[in-house]
């Protein structure tokens, strides 16, 4: 029984390292450029399938695909925005966050022409392998995944504080007419920030392939538990995604292997619509 | 003071984190008067007008209105009890026709039908008639200011707060606004508490004036008394041109 | 009197061409299912309607009430027998009752917008889950409803000619509820709090009440219909009853319809539904996915180039067709 209780926490822990790095981009997109983006899940389809595709064509192990998708979905993401959330921007956000429910029936609709209908499983990876640790194991895939995810966290942390970049994309919401002032693009930096918003989805996209299936309705399931990480977290706290990730993936994988598997979303909504009500800013928001 | 009160604030204190907005005040509006409410940009006057219609809870202290205590009640229920209110940075329904916009105004007290009527009539009485069918979002500012307070009177108040209306208008508006607004005291018999910025429209139109200042009532007098008052001179340092009208 | 005849006239030709469908499609069954379908969207978007156009909250929780009422009404005609007409008002007052409970805490602690629409759609997840789980009444098999001899009072028909009257005199009332809603307190309520909740409030206003209010009648209805729609489908699945997708169109309808309009909505579903099933026909068998591609793609160019909705580029288009006409008929004459 306790052996399973720190099984399911240690898989927890793993699992909410990529919940925190599905909700990276989110919480970028909504915090520069104040969309609601209902269709983060889809996009996460979207870099899961790029990842099959360059594992299958090139031979590459899933989860170095990254590398290839990071730049291909900064390109999509890129295209997006500029083509139909920017004519949007100056419009009621009642207009952008249903082009995110558009999107969110379009991707999987064309992710359905592209790849099929069937399940997608990536070829065997060098993660493949398990850890034995006193009657708990680990696979290299969730290890990776949770180390990578600590990683990237942190350096995007960097980015954000320590460059130049990141700093204008960080003043834009706080003030946008200091910010054009200053020489700041803010379509530019709207969309890069968009973009890389997509992008970002590249690691935990290559690192769910790892293990899991891909399909073009995958996605639907993450477009709201992203936002669950990131409400729990507060909006503008990108530190404090990796606590509510990992609240969020902890929750889950109790609820899975001490009650039922099929009660995850119970548990996970529940505390979402309490968060929701009795604290919207979040754990970590700003005021 | 000697007439009935109408509207008294009894020691409000209000805090936002470690500001001070509102330090311990206490003021009169007296029935069937104008009183008038000024100082400078971040004094507490729009927490004060906040706090008297139930936006804001005051920290401490009591808002009473023809003698019964509505601290901490509702906006919408002070309002059925009789205090509208217009907002310092309006808040028009863009959506709606200004004949909606004014009816929504009218419905607490009456069905659709006599709301109807009564919203007709209040829209002739500001001779906005014309406007009726265009949207809000259609105004210029002249036209919100007027639909704002076409809206407030709707709701047939017996003490009306007026936050900054005259703000952005050019003298002849503020003339004719000014001219309305005595018209609605003294016709439909409404107190009014005017936030005023311009100190002339304030001098002429009421004829209490309380002077707030970092939170602290400083002076109150007949307007006349406090053009010449030194706190209050202070306060508005640098203002003096626009003092002395 | 004559403006009001006017006014009447194109409405009442709209009842009698919809009452005459079945009709004009020569009684084929596939353009009946087709028609069916496109009342069961115009229904639930109209009701949405109420609590979405006139009080721009963003409701995504529309699927959470069909379900019920879905599940209820299946349940209740499956366990024991009853007639799905009692099953379709205990549906309706169920899901009623979870809108409230739902409702109640939302609007009185002011969560607003898009947390709205975020905690709504977390109601269908929650349900759904529910329901996967509880498999004496749910589960992930779909369990059919009993299909015996032709019976109005067991909604069970061997054709989908009964389930179209039905469904349109559903829409039609869902239309005149809309109506009577516009033209009283309540609708000058909503209207007035979607835009601006502190001034409503300031306008005496009881911003809570009336939220709830339009939530009530919203999934009263939107329950109701859940009860029609089972036996329309003949069979009760979580999934499909307690639709997230679902959930979503309907929002979609109702803003490239237009807000705040009765027709916005109901024009969009007759519209865009219309597009989606003909496309399906077309296309479906062809690509997979290509046909709701084609479809978003038609959602995203409304949201992009028509921000006022169908029913205002209608409206701009018939009056455009309206005075070429004119201007070409006076230069004839
Ligand atoms: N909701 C709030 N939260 C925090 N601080 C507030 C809030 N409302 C007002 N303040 C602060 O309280 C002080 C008083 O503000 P208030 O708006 O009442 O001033 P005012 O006298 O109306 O000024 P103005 O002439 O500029 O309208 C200001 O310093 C303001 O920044
Ligand atoms: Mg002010």
């Known amino acids: 029984m306790l052996i399973s209780i720190v099984q399911a926490l240690v898989n927890g822990v793993l699992i909410g390292c990529i919940y925190a790095l599905i909700a990276i981009g989110l919480q970028m997109i909504y915090g520069v450029l104040g969309i609601i983006n209902l269709a983060h899940g889809d996009f996460l389809m979207l870099a899961m399938l790029i990842a099959y595709s360059f594992a299958y064509m090139t031979g590459m192990d899933v989860t170095l695909t990254f590398l290839l998708t990071f730049p291909l979905l900064f390109i999509i993401g890129a295209g997006v925005y500029l083509s139909v959330i920017n004519p949007l921007i100056k419009r009621k956000p009642l207009f952008q966050f249903a082009m995110t429910l558009g999107l969110s029936f379009f991707l999987p609709s064309i992710a359905q022409v592209v790849w099929g209908t069937e399940p997608k499983a990536s070829p065997s990876t060098i993660l493949s392998g398990v850890i034995h640790m006193g009657g708990i194991s680990i696979t290299y895939s969730y290890l990776t995944a949770g180390l990578v995810g600590v990683l990237a966290i942190i350096a995007l942390y960097i980015f954000m504080n320590r460059t130049y970049l990141g700093l204008a994309i960080r003043a834009v919401p706080d003030n946008k007419d200091a910010a054009a002032l200053m020489g700041v693009n803010i379509k530019m930096i709207y969309c890069i920030s968009f973009a890389l918003g997509i992008a970002l989805l590249a690691l935990p996209g290559s690192l769910l392939m790892a293990f899991q299936n891909a399909y073009p309705t995958i996605g639907t399931r993450y477009n709201l538990l992203a936002w669950c990480v990131v409400v729990l977290a507060g909006l503008g706290s990108f530190s404090g995604l990796l606590v509510s990730g990992l609240i969020v993936g902890i929750i889950e994988s109790l609820i899975a292997s001490l009650w039922d598997p099929r009660a995850t979303p119970l548990g996970i909504y529940l505390v979402f619509l309490l968060i929701l009500w009795l604290k919207p800013k979040g754990l970590f928001g700003r005021g | ?245 | 009197m004559k403006s009001y005849i006017k006014r009447m006239l194109p409405i009442m030709i709209g009842i009698v061409l919809s009452f005459l469908v079945p009709v004009m499609v020569g009684f084929d069954e596939f353009y009946i299912l087709l028609a069916t379908t496109i009342l069961v969207y115009s229904v639930v978007a109209s009701a949405w309607n109420i609590i979405g156009g006139f009080g721009g909250q963003l409701d995504l929780g529309a699927a959470a009430y069909l379900g019920l009422g879905a599940f209820i009404t299946g349940n209740l005609l499956l366990k024991f027998g009853i007639t799905p007409w009692i099953g379709m008002f205990i549906g309706g007052i169920t899901a009623t009752a979870v809108a409230i409970v739902i409702g109640y805490p939302t609007f009185r602690l002011g969560v607003k917008g898009v947390w709205y629409a975020l905690s709504t759609i977390s109601v269908v997840y929650i349900l759904q889950t529910l329901f996967l789980m509880w498999e004496e009444v749910g589960g992930p098999v779909e369990k059919w409803l009993p299909r015996g001899e032709a019976s109005l009072y067991y909604l069970s028909f061997r054709t989908y000619i009964p389930y179209y009257y039905i469904a349109l005199v559903f829409l039609i009332i869902t239309l005149i509820i809309n109506r009577l809603v516009e033209h009283s307190r309540l609708g000058y309520s909503l209207k007035a709090l979607a835009y601006d909740e502190d001034a409503a409030m300031s306008l005496g206003i009881n911003v809570q009440r009336t939220k709830l209010k339009a939530l009530m009648i919203y999934s009263f209805i939107v329950g109701t219909f859940g009860g029609f729609y089972v036996c329309f489908t003949g069979f009760m699945h979580p999934v499909v009853d307690f639709s997230i997708p679902f959930s979503i169109e309907i929002v979609v309808l109702g803003i490239v319809g237009g807000l705040g309009t009765i027709y916005g909505p109901l024009l969009a579903s007759l519209i865009l539904v219309s597009l989606k099933e003909y496309l399906r026909g077309t296309f479906g068998a062809i690509i997979m996915g290509i046909y709701p591609a084609i479809y978003a793609i038609a959602l995203i160019l409304i949201i992009l180039f028509a921000p006022q909705g169908l029913a205002s580029v209608l409206k701009e288009a018939f009056y455009f067709i309206i005075t070429k006409l004119r201007i070409r008929t006076m230069r004839g004459g």
């Open chain 2, 1 to 245: 003071m000697t007439s009935r009160s109408c509207l008294e604030v009894v020691n409000v204190t209000k805090r936002f984190g470690g500001l001070v907005a509102l330090d311990n005040v206490s003021l009169k509006v007296p029935e069937g008067k104008i009183i008038g409410l000024i100082g400078p940009n971040g004094a507490g006057k729009t927490t004060l007008f906040n706090i008297i219609t139930g936006y804001i809870k005051p920290d401490k202290g009591k808002v009473l209105f023809k003698g019964i205590d509505i601290t901490g009640k509702p906006p919408y229920e002070i309002c059925k009890l009789g205090i509208a209110r217009t907002f310092q940075i309006p808040k028009p329904f863009l959506d709606l026709t200004v004949e909606d916009s004014v009816i929504a105004g009218a419905i607490n007290r009456h069905g659709v039908g006599e709301a109807k009527k009564k919203a007709m009539e209040i829209l002739e009485y500001l001779e906005l008639k014309d406007l009726k069918d265009k949207y809000c979002s259609e105004l210029n500012i002249v036209q919100s200011k007027k639909v704002e307070l076409a809206r407030a009177l709707a709701t047939e108040p017996k003490l009306l707060l007026l936050d900054e209306i005259a703000a952005g208008l050019n003298p002849a508006e503020i003339q004719e606004l000014m001219e309305l607004i005595k018209r609605i005291n003294y016709e439909k018999k409404i107190t009014i508490f005017v936030i005023e910025h311009i100190m002339r429209m304030i001098l002429k139109l009421s004829e209490y004036v309380y002077v707030l200042h970092y939170g602290k009532l400083i002076a109150e007098g007949k307007p006349e008394e406090l053009v010449h008052n030194e706190k209050v001179i202070e306060a508005y340092l640098g203002r003096k041109v626009v003092i002395s009208r």
